[in-house]
């Protein structure tokens, strides 16, 4: 029989990863790494890079990025070497797939 990992996010314990960014890693292995990231309303990350690209899926509240606003279930992929700000307006939860973590860890 094959095992199931599983985690309860509802009583997940979040590290603050910046002011007003909390981060939960959900799996970390080499080149795969999945985390949760919430934003505090106004909050977000100074401009940087991602060599290897990042994907994002926008799970509540309002994701800002490029000035384009992204709501719940909107999905995004920055390509290898793009730059982006994130912030959040109104405060939001993302789910991160990237082959780095967003910090180091």
């Known amino acids: ?4 990992n599983h985690i309860d996010t509802k009583s997940i314990q979040w ?3 910046g002011d007003g960014v909390e981060m939960f890693v959900l799996r970390f292995e080499p080149g795969e ?9 106004g909050k977000g990350y100074a401009p940087h890079r991602h060599p290897d690209g990042e994907e ?7 994701y800002k ?3 384009t606003e992204y ?3 909107t999905y995004l992929y920055y390509p290898p070497n793009s730059e982006h700000s994130p912030i959040s307006p109104t ?5 991160v ?3 780095e973590p967003p910090i180091n860890l």
């Open 1 to 4: 029989m094959n095992t199931v």
């Open 33 to 41: 790494v999945r985390t949760l990231l919430r934003f505090a309303p």
């Open 15 to 17: 590290k603050t990863v």
């Open 56 to 62: 994002v899926f926008v799970l509540d509240g309002v």
């Open 65 to 67: 990025d490029m000035d």
């Open 97 to 99: 797939m990237s082959p």
């Open 91 to 95: 405060g939001c939860t993302i789910l």
């Open 71 to 73: 709501g719940p279930g």
